[in-house]
């Protein structure tokens, strides 16, 4: 079971992502709130050091299960918050990014999770990947609840390249969260970046998007064969070549079920064999301003500590379209 620095701590790197205990469309409460508590509980006896959540999954359901369910806290578990989005009445997702609106966002978190501070919390963007005076304007806000104590580490959400050097030439960021799995690799050039940067760099949607028949990754046939000949199963290997792509992987794939949880944490005992390696390697392009010598070099994944010189100009990341996805639906944004 491996592990890395996430902030000042050190977190498995499977963990589990909290957004789909909410109700339907990320909106309202569970069906079953006793499974949603189950499913927190077993992650936490499981081993499961890093949780992702919002404020705004439920809104205010989410992290109520997480206390609930957890309270009093591990010392060991690290629970990592966004803000920049708030869902209204209706479930719409709508902006609350200005720099106000990203410290009362925080401050949220910490009431409903009942703790002083949290390891990280990430500013969500709506991936326009601008590097712009309001950009500085948010940036800064993190850092001052950083500064104050009640964030441990700023974490970057939907961002650009350009977005991340920027960021970093002026502070440090600990995590970086943008869509990424087997078959879209555009955040290719940001994980390579992290790399080199020791930064964490967390997919979401990592079993792919979008859902259903139409799911890019798991009705692979590529995926599939691969999963049938290893003896595991399709959400194994999705899981599973994501880990091996490089060591600050951290993976925080969501379920309701328990069942689900155990088995996407055991992708982490996977072997994923040459010929797996290389046939999944085809299941999708790598973008063409990725890292090629290492990113491409697969099965041997990208060596620590080896960002290569990026081309310029890496802009808005991947964004899924559904209300399920509410954290990337930037239609909604305002300005
Ligand atoms: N920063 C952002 O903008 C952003 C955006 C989206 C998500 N996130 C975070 O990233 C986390 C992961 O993303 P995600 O939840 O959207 O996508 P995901 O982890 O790729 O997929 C979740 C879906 O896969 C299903 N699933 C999970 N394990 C399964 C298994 N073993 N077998 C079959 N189905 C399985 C889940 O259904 P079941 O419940 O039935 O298992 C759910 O429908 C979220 O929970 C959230 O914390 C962040």
Same mark, same amino acid.
């Given at each position: 079971?491996?592990?890395?620095?996430?902030?000042?701590?050190?977190?498995?790197?499977?963990? +589990?992502?909290?957004?789909?205990?909410?109700?339907?469309?990320?909106?309202?409460?569970?069906?079953?709130?006793a499974?949603?508590i189950?499913?927190?509980?077993?992650?936490?006896?499981?081993g499961?050091?890093?949780?992702?959540?919002?404020q +705004?999954?439920?809104?205010?359901?989410?992290?109520?299960l997480?206390?609930?369910?957890? +309270?009093? +806290?591990?010392?060991?578990?690290?629970?990592?918050?966004?803000?920049?989005v708030?869902?209204?009445?209706?479930?719409?997702?709508?902006?609350?990014?200005?720099?106000?609106?990203?410290?009362?966002?925080?401050?949220?978190?910490?009431?409903?999770?009942?703790v002083?501070?949290?390891?990280?919390?990430?500013?969500?963007?709506?991936?326009?990947?601008?590097?712009?005076?309001?950009?500085?304007?948010?940036?800064?806000?993190?850092?001052a609840a950083?500064?104050?104590?009640?964030?441990?580490g700023?974490?970057l959400?939907?961002?650009?390249?350009?977005?991340?050097?920027?960021?970093?030439?002026?502070?440090?960021?600990?995590?970086?969260q943008?869509?990424?799995?087997?078959a879209?690799?555009?955040?290719?050039?940001?994980?390579?970046?992290c790399?080199?940067?020791?930064?964490?760099?967390?997919?979401?949607?990592?079993?792919g998007w979008?859902?259903?028949?139409?799911?890019?990754?798991?009705?692979?046939?590529?995926?599939?064969?691969?999963?049938?000949?290893l003896?595991?199963?399709p959400?194994?290997?999705?899981?599973?070549?994501?880990l091996?792509?490089a060591?600050?992987?951290?993976?925080?794939?969501?379920?309701?079920?328990?069942?689900?949880?155990?088995?996407?944490?055991?992708?982490?005992?996977?072997?994923?064999?040459?010929?797996?390696l290389?046939?999944?390697?085809?299941?999708?392009?790598?973008?063409?301003?990725a890292?090629?010598?290492?990113?491409?070099?697969?099965?041997?994944?990208?060596p620590?500590?080896?960002?290569?010189?990026?081309s310029?100009?890496?802009?808005?990341?991947?964004?899924?379209?559904?209300?399920?996805?509410?954290?990337?639906?930037?239609?909604?944004?305002?300005r």
């Open positions: 079971m491996s592990a890395f620095r996430l902030g000042r701590m050190q977190v498995r790197r499977s963990g +589990y992502g909290a957004m789909q205990l909410a109700g339907p469309f990320v909106f309202g409460p569970p069906a079953d709130r499974a949603a189950a499913v927190l509980r077993a992650a936490a006896a499981a499961v050091n890093h949780i992702d959540t919002a +705004y999954y439920g809104p205010d359901v989410v992290n109520d997480i206390r609930d369910a957890l +309270y009093p +806290y591990p010392a060991e578990l690290a629970i990592v918050s966004k803000v920049g708030r869902r209204d009445d209706t479930g719409a997702v709508l902006p609350f990014d200005d720099p106000d609106q990203l410290r009362a966002g925080i401050e949220g978190n910490l009431r409903s999770l009942r002083g501070r949290l390891a990280a919390v990430n500013l969500r963007l709506p991936g326009d990947g601008r590097v712009d005076a309001r950009f500085d304007d948010q940036l800064a806000a993190m850092v950083r500064d104050e104590g009640l964030i441990a700023v974490g959400s939907n961002i650009s390249l350009e977005q991340l050097r920027h960021a970093v030439a002026g502070t440090d960021i600990v995590c970086v943008n869509l990424f799995h087997l879209d690799r555009r955040a290719a050039p940001l994980l390579a970046e790399l080199s940067r020791g930064i964490a760099f967390v997919p979401f949607g990592p079993l979008p859902r259903g028949q139409q799911n890019p990754v798991l009705n692979s046939p590529v995926v599939a064969q691969a999963a049938a000949r003896g595991v199963t959400v194994q290997v999705a899981l599973k070549w994501l091996q792509l060591p600050n992987v951290l993976l925080i794939p969501g379920t309701g079920s328990v069942s689900h949880l155990r088995e996407n944490l055991a992708a982490e005992d996977v072997t994923l064999d040459e010929e797996a290389r046939q999944l390697d085809a299941v999708a392009p790598w973008p063409d301003d890292p090629s010598s290492e990113m491409r070099s697969l099965p041997h994944g990208i620590p500590g080896q960002g290569s010189p990026l310029p100009g890496e802009r808005a990341r991947s964004e899924p379209r559904s209300p399920k996805h509410c954290e990337v639906s930037s239609a909604t944004r305002a």
